[in-house]
């Protein structure tokens, strides 16, 4: 399952349409049903996307994500982010 704990999923997709690696974080103003840990809906997506080639430099990124996920300190402040900007400088401290 991707979904993990407290309204965040991490699904990923690896396609040979896939051009390069990304990440993608989407919050839904709807929480939605998902497969999680805790059994409740999810309002926030972590998403990479996986080129069909691809070095393995995305488990990096999806080990370390999940990582972060471990810290409620790092959810709470995702959750509160309010500007791409924000978001971004919480994945790169």
């Known amino acids: 399952s991707t979904g993990m704990e407290q309204g965040i999923a991490i699904p990923h997709a690896q396609d040979a349409t896939i051009n390069r690696s ?3 974080v989407v919050r839904l ?7 999680t ?3 409740q809906p999810v309002d926030t997506l972590i998403s990479f ?5 691809d070095n ?3 488990l990096h990124y999806l ?4 990582k972060l996920l471990t ?3 790092f959810i709470k402040q995702l959750k509160a ?9 919480l994945f790169k401290e």
């Open 37 to 39: 840990f805790d059994n």
């Open 71 to 73: 810290h409620q300190s």
């Open 22 to 24: 990304a990440m993608l």
């Open 49 to 53: 996307l996986i080129p069909e080639h």
């Open 63 to 66: 080990s370390n994500t999940a």
């Open 81 to 89: 982010a309010h500007t791409p900007m924000q978001i971004l400088t």
């Open 56 to 58: 393995g430099a995305h």
């Open 29 to 35: 103003q709807q929480p939605v049903e998902w497969q």
